[in-house]
């Protein structure tokens, strides 16, 4: 059974950084497909980022230039690099894998295997 367990969210005053970390467990080859989404509250849950097998990656708008997703095969971990925060960036962040090797990996991809989240807050 595949677990992924997200850590590294907190509070934060705007303009500064957090790094969020998923720890992936109960597989033994790479995913296809990574990434993070959020959802603030009152919304609906958004995709943030995407990185698939060979290292390609897809932002969706409002976070181009700030945030920089990576991912370390040898240690099944994801990561998110948050940088210049906002406000508007508060939300509960989930990790997400898929290993299904078909389609595209893009933020609108159902994705198998969803963290339980974890809280990130900025301040303004």
């Known amino acids: 059974q595949v677990q992924l367990v997200e850590s590294g969210g907190g509070s934060v005053q705007a303009g500064g950084s957090l790094r969020l970390s998923c720890a992936a467990s109960?597989?033994?080859?790479?995913?296809?497909?990574m990434g993070w989404f959020r959802q603030a509250p009152g919304k609906e849950r958004e995709g943030v980022a995407v990185?698939?097998?060979?290292?390609?990656?897809i932002y969706t708008d409002s976070v181009k230039g700030r945030f920089t997703i990576s991912q370390d095969n040898a240690k099944n971990t994801l990561d998110l690099q948050m940088n210049s925060l906002k406000p508007e960036d508060t939300a509960v962040y989930y990790c997400?894998?898929?290993?299904?090797?078909?389609?595209?990996?893009?933020?609108?991809?159902?994705?198998?295997?969803w963290g339980q989240g974890t809280q990130v807050t900025v301040s303004s």
């Open positions: 990185i698939d097998r060979g290292g390609r990656t």
């Open positions: 109960g597989y033994t080859y790479y995913s296809y497909c």
């Open positions: 997400a894998a898929d290993f299904r090797s078909w389609g595209v990996c893009v933020i609108e991809r159902d994705f198998q295997y």
